[in-house]
């Protein structure tokens, strides 16, 4: 235990979150079990080491961090540890990785059921189910997700400013005063092509090359998020990543399941699995019309955010871009399918949103929001692409 200890007090004393994650305040810390999903590189470790910063300062018996990348784990169990944490006067556990221990989820209901006054909160990989299908857990756990950084949280992290969130309601309402307000501080279009190249994941603050190691997190979520929890032989590697680059070649674009089939050398039914394996790891988005889901074949599929394109693609034309980048910041607080009455999207089956570049002159019709590149302020139902950036 005392080795653990000197662990945590030695992370969380050098600790550095460069920008508040809105999650924080999203989350209700009163809950005794809480999961916190999030696709591999987006600061999970982080979050929680911030976490045992902001709430328990230096009173380290008491939140304790634990990675079971730990070899300690082979020959103890997780309710053994937590009991004897509990017991020496432990409240808040911080457990990291926890996919890698073997029975987490039979554990984990244990220490709930057998410590009353302990609180666990958890990382798992996107890939993970912690509600559906999981009986230990589904009726205690609260889960949330953790998403790479939005426009706005990388936009404050590199120009020292402290914007705000906004709703979609809000943006509908009021773009064309909130971009005057964000651009009479600054100019967002200075800042917004190179998020879409390297902003989402947080390494971008570190000195290695980003795109080589955001290669290698992609590479380590289909060797670890999908081969190892979901039990695929390692013989399958290959043509996942094969699939994958494909894909990426021409996303977001309509699936010609059985080309990529004969491509892939395997069935058609596999390949829609793969796929759905790509989503779960967030390296692919699955775009549905209205009422019709998975194991059905998608209207199309988006690169999970831009800065992947940027890695894959031999080519980033600047249109798929936005459009990726449009799908995924809506995707990320409301439900989204195929557009209707020719919009590109339908947001929580109500709202009619499209891409448009800035140079285009056809007219626009008054029933599709439209957003739109190269934009520093709105009008009327034209919103800067980049605002839509700031929905969390």
Request: with cysteine.
């Amino acid at each position: 235990m005392d080795s653990f200890i000197k662990t945590h007090k030695h992370l969380v004393q050098r600790i550095e979150s460069p920008v508040r994650r809105l999650l924080t305040d999203e989350i209700d810390w009163t809950h005794r079990l809480i999961g916190i999903k999030g696709t591999r590189g987006v600061g999970k470790t982080t979050f929680l080491l911030q976490f045992a910063k902001e709430h328990y300062e230096e009173n380290y018996k008491r939140c304790l961090y634990v990675n079971f990348n730990n070899l300690y784990f082979t020959t103890h169990t997780l309710a053994d540890f937590a009991g004897e944490f509990y017991s020496k006067g432990g409240r808040t556990l911080l457990l990291d990785q926890i996919f890698k221990y073997e029975n987490w989820s039979k554990e984990l209901r244990f220490c709930y059921d057998n410590y009353p006054e302990l609180q666990v909160i958890f990382t798992g990989s996107s890939v993970m189910r912690l509600v559906e299908d999981n009986e230990d857990l589904q009726d205690v756990v609260t889960v949330y997700n953790l998403q790479g950084f939005s426009f706005r949280e990388y936009l404050n992290l590199t120009s020292g400013n402290d914007f705000s969130s906004y709703t979609l309601e809000e943006i509908l309402q009021n773009h064309k005063e909130l971009s005057e307000k964000i651009c009479s501080i600054l100019n967002p279009l200075d800042y917004f092509p190179d998020y879409l190249h390297h902003g989402f994941y947080p390494f971008f603050l570190e000195s290695r090359n980003y795109s080589e190691n955001l290669l290698k997190t992609i590479n380590m979520m289909m060797e670890v998020d999908i081969l190892l929890i979901k039990q695929i032989d390692l013989k399958y590697l290959a043509k996942i990543r094969k699939l994958l680059n494909l894909i990426m070649q021409c996303a977001p674009c309509t699936l010609n399941v059985s080309q990529l089939s004969d491509e892939i050398q395997t069935s058609r039914s596999t390949v829609m699995n793969y796929i759905k394996y790509l989503r779960d790891a967030r390296l692919l988005n699955m775009l549905y019309a209205q009422g019709e889901k998975f194991p059905k074949k998608p209207k199309a599929v988006f690169s999970q955010n831009t800065n992947i394109m940027h890695v894959i693609a031999n080519d980033v034309n600047s249109e798929c871009e936005c459009r990726t980048f449009l799908y995924n910041a809506l995707h990320s607080r409301h439900k989204v399918n195929l557009g209707k009455k020719h919009a590109d999207f339908l947001v929580d089956e109500k709202l009619n949103f499209s891409f448009k570049s800035e140079s285009e002159t056809k007219k626009t019709k008054p029933q599709i929001i439209y957003a739109v590149d190269k934009m520093k302020t709105g009008h009327k139902n034209e919103i800067p692409i980049w605002l839509l950036g700031f929905l969390y």
